[in-house]
C-alpha cells in the first residue's frame, strides 16, 4: 500500500495495539491466514473465487493488495483503525459500544453477494442522523455472522459512540432497532470497561461461527470455528469487493488519507 510505512510511523506508540494488547495477531498468522484463504478459494474453483485467490497471492510487500479479503492489508489498516481509535475514543469516557443487528437485512446462504454494505451504512447514516444519536461522534465495522440452523446470514455492526445519553439511545433503538420477531435484541448497549480489546473487536475483517463441541466425558461448549468451505468463500467474495476501508463506518468523523478526524459538532 502507497504511503503505509509513513501511516504506520504516525500511530503514536502509546495507541499501537502491537503494543498495548495482548495476542494481537502477529504478521506471520495474517501471512498465514492469506495462504489457507487462497488455497480454499482456489479449492471453491469458480471465476470469481479463482479472480480473488489471484488478488490474494499477489499481494507483496510493496505492492499491497488493500483489499478486504485480504488477512494482510486487514491486519496493517486495523493498526491504523485501532490506533486512531484509541485516539479520539481513548479511555471512553462519554463512550458506549453499541452492537446493531440489521434484522431486516438478514440475506439466504445463496443470496449474500446481492448485499450492498455501502447502502447498508449510509442508511445507517441516515438514522442516526434522524435519530437521537445525531451529535454523537460514531466510529464502527461492518460484520456478518453465518447461522447454520437458520441457514441466514446476520449483518451487523459494532459502532463506538461517544456523547450520547441514555434518553438519546432510548430514542434511536425505539426508533429503528427495536424488539421484534425476528431478533430478540438487535441493539445492545455496552460500557467501555477495556478499549483496546472493545475498539478492536469493532472490525475483524473475519466471519466465524459457533460449531457445539462435545468432550468425551460430555461436556459441550460453542467453539469459534472456521466457516464450511461454501460459506468461508462466499463471505470473501463479498468483502472481496471492497476496500479495507470500505468496511469503516462513520458518523460525525471522516477520513484523510490514513486519520480519522472529529468532523465539528454544533
Ligand atoms: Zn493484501
Not at 50 to 55: F, H
Request: contains cysteine.
Amino acid at each position: 500500500m502507497k504511503n503505509s510505512k509513513l501511516a504506520l510511523s504516525r500511530i503514536e506508540e502509546k495507541h499501537d495495539v502491537r503494543n498495548i494488547m495482548d495476542g494481537f495477531e502477529t504478521f506471520d498468522e495474517a501471512n498465514n491466514e492469506r495462504k489457507i484463504r487462497i488455497k480454499m478459494l482456489y479449492k471453491g474453483g469458480s471465476k470469481g473465487e479463482k479472480k480473488l485467490a489471484s488478488i490474494l497471492e499477489n499481494c507483496r510487500r510493496n505492492n499491497r493488495c488493500d483489499c478486504a479479503a485480504c488477512p494482510v492489508c486487514a491486519r496493517r489498516y486495523r493498526i491504523r483503525l485501532i490506533g486512531n481509535e484509541m485516539r479520539i475514543f481513548g479511555r471512553g469516557i462519554d463512550t458506549h459500544i453499541i452492537n446493531l443487528i440489521i434484522h431486516d437485512r438478514l440475506v439466504a446462504s445463496s443470496r449474500l453477494l446481492s448485499l450492498d454494505i455501502k447502502q447498508m451504512m449510509w442508511r445507517l447514516n441516515k438514522q442516526i442522523k434522524r435519530s437521537g444519536l445525531r451529535d454523537a461522534i460514531c466510529v464502527g465495522g461492518f460484520e456478518i455472522k453465518y447461522c447454520y440452523g437458520r441457514k441466514l446470514w446476520i449483518p451487523h455492526f459494532h459502532l463506538i459512540v461517544r456523547g450520547s445519553s441514555k434518553a438519546e439511545r432510548e430514542k434511536f433503538r425505539k426508533r429503528f432497532f427495536k424488539e421484534n420477531g425476528i431478533i430478540s435484541r438487535p441493539m445492545k448497549v455496552q460500557k467501555v470497561k477495556n478499549p483496546i480489546k472493545q475498539y478492536s473487536y469493532c472490525l475483524k475483517y473475519q466471519a466465524l461461527y459457533k460449531k457445539k463441541v462435545t468432550t468425551k466425558s460430555g461436556i459441550s461448549f460453542e467453539k469459534n470455528s472456521r466457516l464450511e468451505i461454501a460459506e468461508h468463500n462466499s463471505y470473501l467474495m463479498l468483502i472481496g469487493k471492497y476496500h479495507v476501508k470500505d468496511l469503516v463506518f462513520k458518523c460525525g468523523a471522516k477520513s484523510e488519507g490514513e486519520t480519522i478526524r472529529i468532523l465539528n459538532k454544533k
